[in-house]
C-alpha cells in the first residue's frame, strides 16, 4: 500500500482555513497576508508566527469568554479539523529518559517531532504537523511498537526536545565517569546556571545537570526540590503548591554526584556524610531574578538526602492582600506590629509561610528611621534593609546569646527566628519589656496554644501578660484554578464542621476543583494564607495565670472577635478562592462548642 504524500501546513493556507472557520475576522484576515514576509525571514512554523500577532478568536468575540488565539488554542482547532487528539506537554509527566531512548536527537530535530509516553506496545509522538507521516513507518519499524500521534504546539515540541535530550546526554556520560564527580570542590558565593566552569571535561555533565535541576524547578514553581537517594536511583522530586511531584530518577551514582555538586556550591563539607548539614546558596531564574536557596542534608540508609527549600525573593514585595489577609485580619495585624515595643508571635507549622509573613512585615517597618536586625537559624533570605545575623551553635552564638548581643547595637525592631527554649524566651521578652519591638515564632496549632506554650517552656504568666502584644497562627491553602473551578452545591455537613453557623452565613453556592491543562490536573493553582489573629486585650490578660485554660481563652478571644483559622477559611471559600476540603485538610477543628 503506497503511503501518502506528505502536506506540511502552509501559511497561507492556514490563514485562509482559520478565516473560513471563523478564527480569524475579515479585517484580521487581511492584516494576517502582510506576515509572509515574516514567514520567509524568520523561517519559524505557521502556528507560531500565527499565534505571536496575538489575533482574538472571532469565534467568540464580545463574549465573556474571549481568548487569544495563541499556540495552544489554534492547535486545540487544528486537531478537531483532522480529528486527533491535541496535547500540551506536562515535563512533570514525562519521563524523559524511556522517551529519548525510542528515537534519536537527529531524528526528532529532522522531522519536528518528540515522544512523550512509551509502553510496551505504543509510543506517543507529538506533532506539529497534522499531514506529515513519512517517519512513522521507520519509527514502527526500529521500536517494534505502534504510533499514536497527538497534535502538540511547535514552540513546546522545540523547547522540550532540547530539555529533555541535554538531561539525557549528560545523566549518560556522568554516569560514565561518575568516579570523578563527587570530589569537585567549587565554593561559590553566588551560582550563575550555565555559566560554572568545571575544572576536567567529565564535571561538565553534573555542571547541567544541576543547571537544568534549578531552571526547571523555578520555572515549574517548586517550593522544595528534594534528592532522594536509593539502593538503584535517587529520586527528584518537587513540592508544588505544598504537594510533591515526581520529576526524575537519576542513576545512584549520578545522584550522588549531584548532591556533592550542591554541596560544594552551598560551602558544606562534602567529605562529612554521617551527620546533617545546613547551608545556604544565591543563584539566578532564567530571567534574571536572584534567588535563595536552603540547603539541608540528612544521612540515609542509602546516602544523604538533600532537600533545597526555594525563597523567591519577590514573595518580599507581596501585598497583604496577596497573602490572604482579610481587611480585619490586616487591621489587627497592623495594630500588633505599629507598637513601639512588646512581643508578636507568629505560629504554626513548618512549611505554612510564618518567614514570608514576618520578611514581609519586617520590610513594611524597616523605614530609614529606624534600626530592624535579625538572628535566624539559617538566615533564609538576605534583605538590605536589616542587620541579619545566623546562630552557630558551634561557636556558642545561639538565639539567646544572639538576642543579648544585639540589644547592645540600638535596635529598634528584631526579630527572633524561633523561641525554642526558656532562655530565649526569656531574652526575647527583656527586650520587649526594654522598649525594642520583637517579632518571633512558635510551633503551636492555633493562637491561644501559645500562652499556654510559653508557659510550658517556663516563663511566668505575669510577664506574659506584660510583654506580648498578641500571637497570630496561619496555614497555607491551595487556591482554587481560575481557568477551571466550578460551581458546586453546599454540603452542609462539612459547612457546620467547617464553622460556627451563626459567625458565616452559609453561600449559595461553593466553588470545586476540577483539573485542566494550566493546574495539571489537580484543581488548584498557587497557595494562600488563613490566618487567626489574637491580639492582647484588657479582657484576655486575666485568663493568662498559672493554670491557663486553653478553652477558655480561646472561646473569650473568639468572642471579642478573633477568626479561627477555619473560620478564615470558610471565608475564603464563601468568595470562590479554594475548597472546603482543603481548608479541613490544613486547619485543625476548632474546639468551640457554643456562643454567648
Not at 321 to 344: P, Y
Not at 488 to 500: C, H, M, N, R, S
Request: hydrophobic fraction near 40%; proline fraction near 5%; charge should be neutral.
Amino acid at each position: 500500500m503506497q503511503a501518502k504524500a506528505d502536506h506540511p501546513i502552509a501559511l497561507l493556507t492556514l490563514l485562509e482555513d482559520m478565516r473560513r472557520d471563523g478564527l480569524l475576522n475579515d479585517e484580521d484576515h487581511q492584516m494576517s497576508l502582510s506576515i509572509r514576509r515574516q514567514h520567509d525571514e524568520t523561517h519559524l512554523h505557521p502556528i507560531t508566527l500565527v499565534a505571536r500577532q496575538g489575533y482574538a478568536d472571532a469565534r467568540v468575540q464580545g463574549s465573556s469568554k474571549a481568548r487569544v488565539l495563541n499556540e495552544y488554542a489554534i492547535v486545540e482547532w487544528l486537531a478537531e479539523r483532522f480529528n486527533m487528539e491535541s496535547y500540551q506537554i506536562d515535563p512533570l509527566e514525562i519521563n524523559v529518559s524511556s522517551v529519548t531512548d525510542v528515537m534519536s536527537y537527529a531524528f526528532s530535530d529532522r522531522h519536528q517531532i518528540l515522544a512523550i509516553k512509551v509502553s510496551t506496545d505504543e509510543v506517543v509522538v507529538a506533532t506539529a504537523e497534522p499531514q506529515v507521516r513519512s517517519w512513522v513507518v521507520d519509527l514502527e519499524h526500529v521500536t517494534r511498537r505502534q504510533v499514536k500521534c497527538v497534535l502538540t504546539s511547535p514552540a513546546d515540541i522545540r523547547r522540550y526536545r532540547v530539555e529533555f535530550y541535554q538531561l539525557s546526554n549528560s545523566v549518560t556520560r556522568a554516569r560514565k565517569h561518575h568516579a570523578g564527580m563527587s570530589a569537585v570542590q567549587n565554593l561559590e558565593s553566588m551560582l550563575e546556571l550555565g555559566q560554572a566552569k568545571a575544572p576536567d571535561a567529565n564535571d561538565e555533565h553534573i555542571v547541567n545537570i544541576v543547571d537544568w535541576l534549578l531552571q526547571y524547578a523555578f520555572d515549574q514553581r517548586a517550593s522544595d526540590i528534594h534528592l532522594e537517594p536509593r539502593r538503584e536511583v535517587g529520586h527528584v522530586r518537587f513540592r508544588i503548591d505544598g504537594v510533591l511531584h515526581n520529576v526524575y530518577e537519576l542513576p545512584a551514582e549520578v545522584a550522588l554526584a549531584v548532591v556533592a555538586r550542591i554541596k560544594s556550591l552551598g560551602r558544606m563539607n562534602i567529605a562529612e556524610k554521617r551527620k546533617p548539614q545546613d547551608s545556604r546558596l544565591k543563584t539566578k531564574t532564567p530571567d534574571g531574578q536572584e534567588v535563595e536557596l536552603r540547603l539541608s542534608t540528612l544521612p540515609t540508609a542509602f546516602g544523604e538526602k538533600l532537600v533545597m527549600r526555594v525563597f523567591d525573593p519577590q514573595v518580599l514585595m507581596r501585598s497583604f492582600s496577596e497573602m490572604g489577609f482579610g481587611k480585619e485580619d490586616r487591621r489587627r495585624w497592623n495594630q500588633m506590629t505599629t507598637n513601639n515595643h512588646g512581643i508578636v508571635f507568629v505560629t504554626g507549622p513548618t512549611g505554612s509561610g510564618k518567614t514570608t509573613t514576618l520578611y514581609s512585615t519586617l520590610r513594611q517597618l524597616a523605614t530609614p528611621e529606624v534600626n530592624v536586625s535579625t538572628i535566624e537559624d539559617p538566615i533564609e533570605m538576605v534583605e538590605p534593609l536589616f542587620n541579619q545575623m545566623q546562630v552557630h551553635p558551634g561557636i556558642d552564638l545561639t538565639f539567646a546569646s544572639g538576642v543579648r548581643a544585639l540589644l547592645r547595637q540600638d535596635p529598634d525592631i528584631i526579630m527572633v527566628g524561633e523561641v525554642r527554649d526558656l532562655e530565649t524566651a526569656e531574652i526575647a521578652v527583656q527586650a520587649a519589656l526594654t522598649g525594642h519591638l520583637v517579632l518571633s515564632t512558635l510551633h503551636t496549632n492555633d493562637a491561644p496554644s501559645a500562652f499556654t506554650r510559653l508557659q510550658e517552656l517556663g516563663l511566668p504568666a505575669y510577664l506574659i501578660r506584660t510583654s506580648v502584644l498578641g500571637v497570630m497562627a496561619q496555614r497555607l491553602v491551595r487556591t482554587l484554578c481560575p481557568h477551571c473551578k466550578v460551581k458546586e452545591p453546599v454540603d452542609e455537613k462539612i459547612w457546620k464542621q467547617l464553622t460556627a453557623p451563626w459567625l458565616v452565613k452559609t453561600p449559595p453556592h461553593v466553588y470545586g476543583a476540577k483539573g485542566c491543562l494550566e493546574c495539571r490536573g489537580t484543581g488548584y493553582l498557587g497557595r494562600m494564607g488563613i490566618y487567626e489573629v489574637m491580639p492582647m486585650t484588657e479582657s484576655l490578660e486575666p485568663l493568662i495565670h498559672e493554670q491557663t485554660d486553653h478553652q477558655k481563652l480561646r472561646q473569650a478571644a473568639m468572642k471579642e472577635g478573633m477568626h479561627s483559622l477555619r473560620l478564615s477559611g470558610a471565608h475564603k471559600v464563601a468568595a470562590g478562592l479554594t475548597t472546603m476540603a482543603e481548608v479541613m485538610r490544613v486547619a485543625p477543628a476548632a474546639k468551640l462548642t457554643s456562643h454567648n
